[in-house]
């Protein structure tokens, strides 16, 4: 799993492998370590609509798990939803 951040764009692009695991439910997981402090952020299928938090250096993205095992198995590239005032945010199959 990838994160991108640009402006007001949060973008996850997930491997085939990672859109299987999140079609079974699995939470994704990464983790950036830094000096004095790691930052995390995890996909969850468990949401109730498409959405992100931040809380504790957790930054946690949620999809319906509907959402989640219909756009796994159809040729939709992007599951996106603008939230807040504004935030767009994606998650993308990467096919390579």
């Known amino acids: 799993m990838k994160l991108r951040i640009t402006n007001d764009e949060l973008r996850l692009r997930l491997s085939p492998a990672d859109v299987g695991k999140l079609r079974q439910g699995v939470i994704l997981r990464e983790t950036l370590s830094l ?8 996909l969850d299928s468990k949401g ?4 992100a938090s931040v809380s504790d250096n957790v930054i946690r993205v949620t999809v319906p798990p509907a959402a989640a095992a219909h756009w796994s ?13 504004g935030c767009r945010v994606s998650i993308e199959k990467d096919r390579r």
């Open 35 to 42: 000096p004095g402090k790691a930052i995390h952020f995890e």
């Open 48 to 51: 109730s609509t498409i959405g």
């Open 73 to 85: 198995v159809n040729d939709e590239e992007t599951l996106s939803e603008v939230i807040g005032e």
